[in-house]
């Protein structure tokens, strides 16, 4: 060994990570994909038609980080289930989880009269989906000590906002909050640090035109998803900054 040899520093091995986005064929969930896996992510984009999974994946051809379409209704416990074996044998790993399938904007439905069909379905999305999935993923981010869980949730679900209307997104959202709290304090200290995200009013199919671009509310989940340790964990965020519950 000569000593030009012996000085040479290691080089450091890359961190190869693996995300998910649900409801990633269109819209928020699509530009969350596509930027994650600018950041060289291998980003598994969740879609409930898988058809329109692979068009969307087939747009994000030639990002740094593969993007792979992957057939995904959180709200099907079957469906979830076959997902995480899947990557578990492929990957053996899970290291960001961005809840972000949602819907159900009842924008003009009274809290006094509307059907509570409305109510179950968004809380069966938003809140029961997002459970569903995060349960059944952790075990992957415990295998190694890290994860970053990211629940798209909304300014409007806070407890300060007032408003007559969106009663089941507005009611599914806070519910969301209460359990991103939950998890977060229960898994302090293993790595995996859970968060909820506001994107802020974005103009999407479902937010409707007149909202801030699509790029812009990404950002604030993709910064989320990408907090270096020691991170914060249990809080509520809107473009990188802490907003209250």
């Not at 038609?49 to 416990?77: F, N, S, W, Y």
């Amino acid at each position: 060994m000569n000593s030009r040899t012996a000085k040479r520093k290691p080089v450091a091995t890359p961190v190869y990570r693996v995300a998910l986005v649900s409801g990633a064929n269109r819209g928020l969930g699509f530009e969350v994909a596509r930027q994650l896996s600018e950041r060289g992510m291998t980003v598994l984009l969740g879609a409930r038609d898988l058809d329109k999974g692979l068009h969307a994946a087939r747009k994000l051809a030639g990002a740094p980080g593969e993007v792979i379409a992957v057939q995904l209704d959180v709200t099907r416990q079957d469906e979830v289930d076959t997902l995480v074996r899947w990557i578990d044998v492929t990957y053996g790993r899970l290291d960001v989880l961005v809840n972000n399938a949602g819907g159900h904007y009842d924008h003009d439905a009274a809290a006094s009269t509307s059907d509570v069909t409305s109510a179950h379905a968004a809380l069966e999305t938003h809140l029961f989906g997002s459970w569903r999935l995060s349960s059944a993923l952790l075990p992957l981010m415990r295998r190694h000590g890290y994860g970053r869980i990211v629940n798209v949730s909304s300014g409007c679900a806070a407890s300060d906002s007032s408003s007559a209307g969106c009663v089941a997104y507005r009611t599914s959202k806070a519910a969301l909050n209460a359990y991103t709290r939950t998890l977060a304090t229960e898994l302090e200290g293993s790595g995996i640090v859970v968060n909820a995200v506001c994107p802020g009013w974005v103009a999407t199919e479902l937010g409707g035109p007149g909202g801030r671009p699509v790029e812009r509310g990404a950002t604030g989940i993709v910064w989320a998803a990408n907090l270096p340790a020691p991170a914060p964990t249990g809080r509520f965020f809107r473009d990188g900054q802490m907003i209250p519950w």
